[in-house]
Every structure is written in structure tokens, then in C-alpha cells.
């Protein structure tokens, strides 16, 4: 059975400032389908990795130490600093929805 990735608020709230809505995505491995004028134009987030939402929720639930989200944000976007500001690409809907 394929797993499903639970959209949060935070996510729908930057999709909403964006100006486009999220889905969870029905392409194999990914977490959420994002839409434009209702035109499929990205499907990001790994499915299975965590992203800044999923550690928040789980440093509230005490599953990692407090703290943990805003480091693994500051990795996530040294990490892909090349790509996640160019407008328009997966990488980009990936920094603003999920980070």
C-alpha cells in the first residue's frame, strides 16, 4: 500500500501566498503535487524525508530534541542554495512549501 503525505497548514498557507494549491501528489515517491491555474507543474518533497513542517510536529511530540526544525531548515537550504531560488522549478516549490 503506498504511503501518503499529509499536507499541513504551514504548506497550504505558503501555497496560498504563492498563488497555487498543493495536492498530495499522485507521482510515485513524492509528497505533494503543486498546481497552477489548475495545470500540474511540480511534484516535490521526497516521500519518506522529513521537511520543516514534519520536524516541528516532531519536536512537539518530543520525538526530537527542540531546536532540531531550524537546523535540519538551515542545512536543507545551504544545501540547495544553486537551485531553490530559481522561480518556477521543483526546487523553488520545494524551498517555499516545505522549508
Sequence with gaps: MARTYSISSYTRARA????????PSTSKG????????GKKIASVGALGMMDYPSYRRAER???VPKGTADKRRKSYK??????????????YYADKLLW
Design 16 to 23: 496560498r501566498a504563492l498563488g497555487v494549491t498543493v495536492k
Design 30 to 37: 513524492k509528497k505533494i503535487d503543486v498546481f497552477k491555474d
Design 61 to 63: 511530540m518530543g520525538q
Design 78 to 91: 545551504a544545501r540547495h542554495g544553486k537551485y531553490r531560488n530559481r522561480r518556477g522549478t521543483p526546487s
